[in-house]
T-cell receptor
């Protein structure tokens, strides 16, 4: 099955600086990679996703890059703000062994703290 | 369009009791997924259902846990004879019918289960 590793587990940055979170995956068949933001006690919310037919996607201050050869993808947040403070999870989707079954496998999360 | 709904939001049970967690997907979504999140950890896939069908339950513990998604009504995750180790946040997510499992998953607010 798929295995997703996420680093770092915690990240502190000064307001206005950039933050980068990296994930690696093991299943070369994976083709969909979403990123979720989870504030304390709240639901995970999708912030950006990328599919394997593109190498980079940007949405305002957030960008995601994908390197299929190396099997890693990264989240980049520029001009960080205190409200960016949360736990961020990467995930990879792949067909699981067994007919018609599918799973999103999540990384363990990165706790981002933006210091004003 | 209401988002994914879950109830109850908080559930307290004593060891040996049963816990029933409900999830109503977004309107038009017929794919439902259940995840478990332990404190300070990522989300772990449990089960993937479509209406009246369990597609993939490879993440479900073999005993005490069951899930259903009937033709009418919400999806139910049922935990029998709960133990302290079942204490966690349980999230469900849904995705659209048309796109299939690789479409974006939208999460509910979660049910936080505490077993005393």
């Amino acid at each position: 099955g798929e295995n997703v590793e996420q680093h770092p587990s915690t990240l502190s940055v000064q307001e206005g600086d950039s933050a980068v979170i990296k994930c690696t995956y093991s299943d070369s068949a994976s083709n969909y990679f979403p990123w979720y933001k989870q504030e304390l006690g709240k639901r995970p919310q999708l912030i950006i996703d990328i599919r394997s037919n593109v190498g980079e996607k940007k949405d305002q201050r957030i960008a995601v890059t994908l390197n299929k050869t190396a099997k890693h993808f990264s989240l980049h947040i520029t001009e960080t703000q205190p409200e960016d403070s949360a736990v961020y999870f990467c995930a990879a989707w792949s067909a699981y062994s067994g007919a018609g079954s599918y799973q999103l496998t999540f990384g363990k999360g990165t706790k981002l703290s933006v210091i004003p | 369009n209401a988002g994914v709904m879950q109830n109850p939001r908080h559930l307290v049970r004593r060891r040996g009791q049963e816990a029933r967690l409900r999830c109503s997907p977004m309107k038009g979504h017929s794919h439902v997924y259940w995840y478990r999140q332990l404190p300070e950890e990522g989300l772990k896939f449990m089960v993937y259902l479509q209406k009246e069908n369990i597609i993939d339950e490879s993440g479900m513990p073999k005993e005490r846990f069951s899930a259903e998604f009937p033709k009418e009504g919400p999806s139910i995750l049922r935990i029998q004879q709960v133990v302290r180790g079942d204490s966690a946040a349980y999230f469900c997510a849904s995705s659209p019918r048309a796109g299939g499992p690789s479409e974006t998953q939208y999460f509910g607010p979660g049910t936080r289960l505490l077993v005393l």
